[in-house]
C-alpha cells in the first residue's frame, strides 16, 4: 500500500466566482470580520493561537496599505523577505486575474480577499502550523474552509464553466449518506482543485464539498503561502513519491509517515461514509512541451490497485468512480516538477471543468486477464481512459466554445447555478 501513498502529490489551491454578487460580497465581509473577532480569542489547542497576532494586513484598506505592510512586517523581523516577495507577487498575479474578469467591485474584492490571505499566511510564519497525519478542515473561530471558496471564487468564469454527469454526484452523495464508501479516482490540475471541485458543486451537492478528504502531497502543507488554504480542507497528508528522496536523510521519516497515513485512510474507511479523492498520477498535469497541449497525466496502476483493495476490504459498502478536472488555466504549475519550497504561483481568471462517470467493475474488466499484474493494469487503464474521455468534453466545451452542445452519449454538461 505505500507505493499508493507516495505516488499522491499535492492537493491543494491558491485562490475564488460568477461576477462578484451581493451574497459574495457578504461572504466576503463576513470572512474579513471572522478574522478580526478571532483575534480577541485563541485557537483551540490543534490551531496557532491569535495572541499577540499583527493586524497589519486586517487593517489595510488600498493596494498601498498591503504593499507598505509587507515592508513594514519585514522591519519588525515578523516576515522573512522570501516569503514577503512571494506574498507581493501573488498579490499582482491574483489583481491582475480578478480585475480581468470585469466583475462589479473587483478591485475592492482583491484587496479584501488579499489582506486576509495576507493575515492567515504571516499568522502561520508566526505560529507554524502543524498537520496531522488526517487534517480535519479548521471552521472555527476562524472559517478556513469558506475562507478558501471567498479567494478562489472570483477566479472562476462560471458563464464558461461546466459540470458532466452531475446527477451521478447526487447519487454518490445519497451513498455516503447510507454508509457506503466513495472514491473519486481523478486526474489533478492545480493547487485550487479542491475548491473548484467544491465551488462547481456548491448549488447542487455542498455535502460533497466540505466532506471530501483529499490525498495531499506535503508540499501544501509546508508552503508558508499555501498552508492557510491548506487548512481549510479535509486531508489525508502524505510524502509525494516525486519528492521521497529529495533529502536522503528525510527517506526514512516520509516512509514512516505515509505509513501512518495510511492506517488512517484504513480507518477512515472501517467506519464507512467515507468520500476520498485521490490523483494516482503522482502530480499534476503538465502539458505536452512540444504541442502545449494539457491532457491527464498517466496513473499508477499500484496506486489505483491499492486503493481499490483498501475499499474491498474496508467492510463497507464501497465503488469508485473516474473523475476529470480541467482547471489549469486559473493556477497552472510550473512547466516541471520542482525540488524546492516555494514555487512561483501564476493566476488566471478562466473556465473550469468537472465530471464524473459511473463506477467501473473491477470483475467486468479484468474477466480476461491471466494473472493479478494484468488485471491491476487493465483496471488502471480502463479508469484513466474514462478520465480521459471527460476530459476531452470538457475542453470542448471551455476551451473550444463548443459549451453545452459539447455533451456526448456519456457526458452531459449543465451548470447547476444557473
Known amino acids: 500500500f505505500r507505493s499508493l501513498l507516495a505516488a499522491s502529490r499535492s492537493f491543494l489551491f491558491v485562490v475564488p466566482a460568477l461576477s462578484l454578487s451581493v451574497r459574495a460580497m457578504s461572504e466576503l465581509v463576513q470572512d474579513k470580520e471572522s478574522v478580526v473577532a478571532a483575534t480577541t480569542s485563541s485557537f483551540s489547542n490543534t490551531t496557532p ?36 516577495s512571494g506574498m507581493e507577487e501573488l498579490y499582482w498575479n491574483y489583481k491582475n486575474a480578478v480585475l480581468s474578469s470585469g466583475a462589479s467591485r473587483a478591485a475592492h474584492a482583491v484587496i479584501s480577499n488579499m489582506s486576509v490571505a495576507f493575515d492567515r499566511m504571516l499568522l502561520g510564519v508566526e505560529h507554524p502550523f502543524t498537520f496531522n497525519p488526517y487534517h480535519k478542515a479548521i471552521r472555527e473561530p476562524f472559517d478556513y474552509y469558506q475562507f478558501v471558496h471567498t479567494y478562489i471564487r472570483p477566479l472562476i468564469d462560471f458563464k464558461n464553466s461546466y459540470v458532466g454527469n452531475v446527477s451521478l454526484f447526487s447519487e454518490l452523495e445519497d451513498k455516503i449518506r447510507q454508509g457506503h464508501n466513495i472514491v473519486l479516482i481523478s486526474n489533478h490540475q492545480s493547487e485550487a482543485d479542491p475548491a473548484v471541485i467544491s465551488l ?32 481549510g480542507r479535509n486531508l489525508i497528508c502524505v510524502y509525494s513519491k516525486k519528492h521521497m528522496n529529495d533529502d536522503p536523510e528525510l527517506v526514512d521519516m516520509k516512509r514512516k509517515a505515509n505509513t501512518r497515513s495510511l492506517k488512517e485512510m484504513a480507518t477512515l474507511l472501517r467506519s464507512g461514509s467515507q468520500l476520498i479523492w485521490i490523483a494516482p498520477s503522482g502530480g499534476r498535469d503538465r502539458p505536452d512541451p512540444s504541442t502545449g497541449e494539457w491532457f491527464p497525466a498517466p496513473f499508477d496502476s499500484s496506486s489505483v490497485d491499492n486503493m481499490r483493495r483498501l475499499v474491498e476490504h474496508s467492510g463497507a459498502p464501497g465503488h469508485i468512480y ?97
Request: aromatic share 6%.
Open 322 to 418: 473516474p473523475m476529470s478536472l480541467l482547471c489549469y488555466d486559473i493556477m497552472p504549475p510550473p512547466p516541471k516538477v520542482e525540488k524546492e519550497i516555494g514555487e512561483k504561483r501564476l493566476v488566471g481568471f478562466h473556465g473550469t471543468g468537472l465530471s464524473i462517470a459511473p463506477e467501473i467493475s473491477f470483475s467486468d474488466v479484468t474477466a480476461d486477464c491471466n494473472n493479478p499484474n494484468e488485471a491491476k493494469e487493465a483496471y488502471s487503464q480502463a479508469m484513466y481512459n474514462s478520465v480521459n474521455e471527460q476530459y476531452k468534453t470538457l475542453n470542448s466545451a471551455i476551451n473550444h466554445g463548443r459549451g453545452i452542445e459539447a455533451s456526448t452519449s456519456t457526458v452531459s454538461l449543465s451548470q447547476p447555478w444557473n
Open 49 to 84: 493561537t491569535e495572541l499577540n497576532h499583527s493586524l497589519t494586513f486586517l487593517d489595510a484598506r488600498t493596494e498601498e496599505d498591503l504593499i507598505s505592510g509587507l515592508r513594514k512586517e519585514i522591519e519588525a523581523g515578523r516576515l522573512p523577505l522570501n516569503v514577503a
Open 200 to 231: 462547481l458543486l456548491e448549488a447542487q451537492c455542498p455535502y460533497i464539498g466540505e466532506n471530501i478528504k483529499c490525498v495531499a502531497g506535503d508540499r501544501v502543507i509546508t508552503d508558508p503561502l499555501c498552508k492557510p488554504f491548506s487548512m
